[in-house]
């Protein structure tokens, strides 16, 4: 499934700070994933990378039958982003689609490749990355996952309680890119700490 057109039009209209933070974000760093997050009228964009480590325990390819099994488990909870990102319920949000898969560093590379030159800058970053640390893990993998969901009061989801955490034991941060009509806020969200405060964000 292609990236929702509401992440491409953010490019489009973010400030260079956020597009600076955005490039960051895109190391590949293991404990740590990315979480994008765009309001628009009544729905909620949302896109996740996590680390095939954080998620399963492992970046390998998945070979034998019980690694392969816990691809298809991880896949199938991604797949259901009310469960792990758990909004103010008083929003009466649900889900127009979800998308999970595991892409290979060179899926990966693909997938990029795909976007506008808008994201240039992204993969150089990505590659000098892959340059300092991951000569010797050409095969890592990471997850990704797409949903759009669709919300009967989008304002009022003033929090999100992060069960991600709960359900993969080796995720230890989530680093949260917010755009809504106020404009574009990062957060970080730890396991320690699993709620996010939108208050202000509407």
Known sequence: MKLFPLFALTAVVATPAFAQEARQLNAHEHGVGQLDIAFDGDQIAMELHAPGA??????????????????????????????LFVLTEAAGCSIVN???????????????????????????????????????????????????????DPSAVTDITFAYFDAFPNALEVEVQVISDTGAT????????????LRGMF
């Open 54 to 83: 954080d998620i399963v325990g492992f970046e390998y390819g998945a070979e034998s039958a019980e690694d392969r099994a816990a691809v298809d488990a991880a896949v199938a909870a991604l797949a259901k982003p009310l469960d």
């Open 98 to 152: 979800a998308s999970a898969g595991l892409e290979s560093e060179e899926e990966h590379d693909a997938h990029d490749d795909d976007h506008d030159d808008d994201h240039a800058a992204d993969e150089g970053s990505h590659d000098d990355h892959a340059d300092e640390g991951h000569e010797d893990e050409a095969d890592h993998t990471e997850f990704h996952a797409e949903y759009l969901l669709t919300c009967a």
């Open 186 to 197: 990062s957060f970080e969200v730890e396991r320690d700490a699993p709620t996010l405060d």
